[in-house]
T-cell receptor, first 114, second 112 residues
Framework: DAMVIQNPRYQVTQFGKPVTLSCSQT?????MYWYQQKSSQAPKLLFH???????NEADTPDNFQSRRPNTSFCFLDIRSPGLGDAAMYLC?????????????FGPGTRLLVL | GNSVTQMEGPVTLSEEAFLTINCTYT??????LFWYVQYPGEGLQLLLK?????DKGSNKGFEATYRKETTSFHLEKGSVQVSDSAVYFC???????????FGTGTRLQVTL
């Protein structure tokens, strides 16, 4: 089945130690998104790629970066994780950016910062 | 800007009860509307969607109708099961923004 895959499912890192989360997709979608979801809250978009074009949300901290080396893969880099960055990180994809296009989510990576 | 308001949870129902989760929205432009479901420890799964006024989305016994006049997209199911226990998010997307704007989520707990 075509799908959105996230690795690892659980990640533990130390305060200030860089960490990278991975997302891959077999849907061949043009757009890939990273959302942050803190406990009992709605997901919040950090940024997205439309093909190779990177689009950052205005309130995303500089501590969060992303790379998309090819259509299938997208990475979330947290340069210096703080305790407040502990959250579930959700990757999503869509065929296009039009309003009617469905976003398909991966299972998420739960990040714990010690 | 865009916003979504969902009814507060948690909602606790007995199995086979009727479910309604209210969702209203404000949007610039003409939104598409979505319901996502999140099971414990998992990502979001699309439950249903509607892209224009009076459209009805349906899936797995859940339904929601896009009501432009009341700016609403209420989720309903005639007979809930224990396996429906999850958090339900109403969301919208307009042509002017790539992101989904989510409501705060409604936790549903179904008991035997």
């Amino acid at each position: 089945d075509a799908m959105v895959i996230q690795n690892p499912r659980y990640q533990v890192t130390q305060f200030g130690k860089p960490v990278t989360l991975s997302c891959s997709q077999t849907l061949n979608h043009n757009v890939m998104y990273w959302y942050q979801q803190k406990s009992s809250q709605a997901p919040k978009l950090l940024f997205h790629y439309y093909d190779k074009d990177f689009n950052n949300e205005a309130d995303t901290p500089d501590n969060f970066q992303s790379r998309r080396p090819n259509t299938s893969f997208c990475f979330l880099d947290i340069r210096s994780p703080g305790l407040g960055d502990a959250a579930m990180y959700l990757c999503a994809t869509s065929r296009g950016r039009e309003a009617q296009e469905t976003q398909y989510f991966g299972p998420g990576t739960r990040l714990l910062v010690l | 800007g865009n916003s979504v308001t969902q009814m507060e949870g948690p909602v606790t129902l007995s199995e086979e009860a009727f479910l309604t989760i209210n969702c209203t929205y404000t949007a610039t432009g003409y939104p598409s509307l979505f319901w996502y479901v999140q099971y414990p420890g998992e990502g979001l799964q699309l439950l249903l969607k509607a892209t224009k006024a009076d459209d009805k989305g349906s899936n797995k016994g859940f339904e929601a109708t896009y009501r432009k006049e009341t700016t609403s997209f209420h989720l309903e199911k005639g007979s809930v099961q224990v396996s429906d226990s999850a958090v339900y998010f109403c969301a919208l997307r307009t042509g002017t923004a790539s992101k989904l704007t989510f409501g705060t989520g409604t936790r549903l707990q179904v008991t035997l």
